[in-house]
């Protein structure tokens, strides 16, 4: 059994940055991690996933360039470094253990509770 807890949301102003962890109880450096997120009356979107070993990283095209994946698997940790935050990326943010070492878009059934973003304009 896994267990994925996330941190690190709140609120901030457009143009703002904010990092969110995910600190995962059970394996984790054998596996991809990913970040997704769901805003209010809308599907779960991918944000960005990362390999085993953080040698590669996928990104939405909604944040590429402003968003940055990495993990430290000494700390069973995963990290997503956000910049230049507009309002959509109002959302809940959830951390999500992939099936498989390597990075992809699509989630296995391993989530975190989330963690709320609310980009203010």
């Known amino acids: 059994q896994v267990q994925l807890v996330e941190s690190g949301g709140g609120l901030v102003q457009a143009g703002g940055s904010l990092a969110l962890s995910c600190v995962v109880v059970?394996?984790?450096?054998?596996?991809?991690m990913g970040w997704f997120r769901q805003a209010p009356g809308k599907e779960r979107e991918f944000v960005a996933s990362?390999?085993?070993?953080?040698?590669?990283?996928y990104y939405g095209d909604s944040v590429k360039g402003r968003f940055t994946i990495s993990r430290d698997n000494a700390k069973n940790t995963v990290y997503l470094q956000m910049n230049s935050l507009k309002p959509e990326d109002t959302a809940v943010y959830y951390c999500?253990?992939?099936?498989?070492?390597?990075?992809?878009?699509?989630?296995?059934?391993?989530w975190g509770q989330g963690t709320q973003v609310t980009v203010s304009s």
């Open positions: 999500n253990r992939q099936g498989g070492s390597m990075p992809t878009m699509t989630p296995s059934d391993s």
């Open positions: 059970g394996r984790f450096a054998t596996y991809a």
């Open positions: 990362i390999s085993g070993t953080g040698a590669r990283t």
